[in-house]
């Protein structure tokens, strides 16, 4: 059994960029801010969710923390980065606002009926999915949404 997670758990996942204003400007026309208060010309703070932030931070900041080499997101995958929107037209227009804003499309739309997500790769080469999930299927889980949509179904053709 897994212990729950701490109430007041916040996540912060440190992440290299070649130039952090162009990063910034790029991540802004996908809807993201920033914490003023943990901003500077080394760093930025991304308002990913409530308690969840990307530190956007030059390669320089980023190797201070690190004491291994920093790999080249253009050529080695080292995460991948996901986050939700709140519907199907919100995964599409910001995977459209992310081509727009010098992205390059990763994949396919993926669409899993339950499930719909967009891959782009930023101006550093990370890799991005957002995501749209139906809610039953967060609430119950996916192999749950599925059994109960397919009983759905079934009983529906049978009527």
């Not at 919100?90 to 993926?110: K, N, R, S």
């Amino acid at each position: 059994m897994t212990a729950p997670a701490h109430p007041g758990r916040m996540l912060f996942v440190n992440m290299p960029v070649a130039d952090l204003e162009r990063s910034k400007e790029f991540f802004a026309k996908l809807g993201f801010g920033f914490n003023p208060k943990f901003t500077d010309k080394t760093a930025a703070c991304m308002l990913v969710g409530e308690h969840a932030f990307v530190m956007l931070l030059t390669r320089e900041k980023f190797a201070e923390f690190s004491k291994l080499p920093i790999a080249d997101p253009r050529t080695h995958a080292l995460a991948l980065y996901c986050f939700s929107a709140s519907s199907r037209a919100e995964v599409d227009a910001v995977g459209a606002a992310a081509l727009a804003a010098g992205a390059t499309e990763a994949d396919d739309v993926e669409d899993y009926g339950f499930m719909y997500s967009r891959s782009f790769y930023d101006l550093d080469g990370h890799g991005w999915q957002v995501m749209w999930m139906d809610p039953a299927a967060v609430e119950q889980g996916p192999e749950e949404f599925a059994a109960s949509a397919q009983a759905t179904q079934a009983a529906e053709a049978s009527a």
